[in-house]
């Protein structure tokens, strides 16, 4: 079935601040023919990976201050646009988007192209997926950077993402930088317009209305997920067991300590499936968008790892 989708003018990504990388697409993606993906590809192609999957409303510029930090310990950092995101093509019903289809063009990606030595570098959504693709291929994957996100299957919706989530519905058209700006107030005023560069106008934001009405946590006193939110829950159960049983690699945890969403609470509740997870990493001023202090995060996360050089 071909999916109606549109695509962002090129135009709207010239000169956005501290983003000097060259695009590369995937256009005959696995069961996603039709629909071009995009993704960042620097440094050497034979090293370890950081493969970077971003979340809600962002898109691979949140990497921005990670990838020259991995590049430049010789490691190969991919940074990949999810579907209705960034400079990927964005399906044009709201409808398409699904947990499965999020998570199954990420499996073909790291399928395609063959992707191996993998440290997964996630938060927020890029966590809720990129944290149960590991249990498909675990010989490849062999590090872990995961940063303010959650294995959400089932539980009450604490208060503040219940507050996200009603704010999301009432806002169709969401104002993308405001929220950036309001969020991680260190942005510029040009960094903040970088986010919402991918998205022309409210038709392209199909993905952002969705991810929220997506996650697997019910309402406040519901006594079920709605339909939406039960897609995603006997995948993320397994990936709890095969983080806590079968992870053979290392790990490396990063906080933002202002998220009022994602923060301490939910990292912690985290951790307890992670297996050999050391005590996190707490940036004591960062927010949701904790890869805005990624520097140091993945400078230390290097180190741990024994790649600083």
């Not at 949140?62 to 190969?76: D, Y």
Request: net charge negative; hydrophobic share 40%.
């Amino acid at each position: 079935m071909t999916i109606k989708a549109l695509r962002t003018p090129d135009a709207r990504f010239e000169n956005l601040p501290g983003w000097p990388y060259a695009p590369h697409y995937i256009e005959d993606l696995k069961g996603f023919e039709g629909l071009r993906l995009h993704y960042v590809d620097e440094g050497p192609k034979d090293a370890p990976v950081f493969l970077m999957i971003h979340g809600e409303p962002s898109w691979a510029y949140l990497f921005r201050k990670m990838i020259p930090v991995f590049t430049g310990a010789g490691c190969r950092a991919v940074a990949v646009d999810m579907f209705g995101f960034g400079r990927s093509d964005k399906p044009a019903q709201d409808e398409t988007y699904t947990y499965h289809f999020f998570r199954n063009h990420l499996l073909a990606f790291v399928e395609q192209m063959d992707l191996k030595d993998i440290c997964l570098v996630c938060q927020d959504w890029g966590g809720v997926l990129g944290l149960t693709l590991p249990m498909e291929a675990p010989a490849r994957y062999t590090r872990l950077l995961v940063m303010n996100t959650g294995l959400p299957a089932g539980e009450e919706a604490p208060e503040g993402f219940a507050m996200w989530r009603a704010f999301n519905r009432s806002q169709p058209d969401l104002d993308i930088a405001a929220l950036m700006k309001r969020a991680t107030p260190i942005l510029s005023d040009a960094e903040a317009a970088a986010y919402a560069a991918p998205y022309p106008d409210q038709s392209y934001k199909g993905g952002v209305r969705r991810f929220p009405e997506l996650v697997m946590l019910k309402e406040k006193g519901a006594a079920d997920l709605t339909p939406l939110s039960k897609e995603g829950v006997e995948t993320s159960l397994r990936a709890r067991k095969f983080w806590r049983n079968d992870w053979k690699g290392e790990s490396f945890m990063g906080v933002g300590m202002q998220d009022p969403v994602l923060g301490p609470p939910a990292m912690h509740f985290l951790r307890q499936f992670i297996k050999g997870c050391p005590e996190p990493m707490e940036v004591a001023d960062a927010g949701h968008f904790v890869q805005e202090w990624g520097e140091p995060i993945a400078r230390a996360a290097l180190r741990r790892f024994g790649l600083a050089g």
